[in-house]
């Protein structure tokens, strides 16, 4: 899926009348190269390029790219907020068992919904959450191992 450049951000963010500051445009490069992440780990992959930079301008950063129809909110089957630069429309799939998040297209008639009762639509966001097919074939043969060592 496309996503915006930390410097597409950045000229947005200018556009938008607002200040882009070193810290800020560090914060923005994590999130273009890092989505799915939650503010902690922004913070901590901010920190290897900047120790100075607080928890509290991550925040601040985030409410600011949040406010300017920017960045994603999503949960993806966690309780605590994930972020990504606004982008295509698209699906999330996450996987409960080891936390994989991948991205797929939208499903093709989420725009025919417009059509239902001429709600419009600006963009779509989806999360799937279950097992991925790594983890279940890792789980298939785990059963397989176990009913193996039964018979000895």
């Not at 496309?2 to 950045?10: F, G, L, N, R």
């Not at 914060?27 to 939650?38: M, S, W």
């Not at 999360?127 to 193996?148: I, N």
């Amino acid at each position: 899926m496309t996503h915006p450049s930390a410097s597409e951000i950045v000229q947005a963010v200018r556009d938008a009348g607002r200040r882009v500051t070193p810290k800020r445009e560090l914060l923005f490069d994590v999130i273009a190269n890092n989505p799915h992440l939650d503010a902690a780990s922004i913070h901590h992959l901010a920190r290897e390029a900047n120790p100075r930079i607080g928890l509290a301008t991550v925040y601040r950063t985030l409410k600011m790219l949040a406010e300017l129809g920017l960045i994603d909110v999503s949960s993806l089957g966690e309780d605590h907020a994930h972020y990504e630069l606004r982008g295509e429309d698209h699906v999330h799939l996450v996987c409960l068992r080891c936390g994989v998040v991948r991205e797929i297209p939208p499903l093709p008639d989420i725009r025919a919904l417009e059509e239902i009762d001429g709600f419009e639509i600006h963009q779509a966001h989806l999360e799937l959450v279950g097992v991925c097919a790594t983890c279940r074939k890792h789980d298939r043969a785990d059963t397989e191992s176990k009913k193996g060592n039964r018979g000895r």
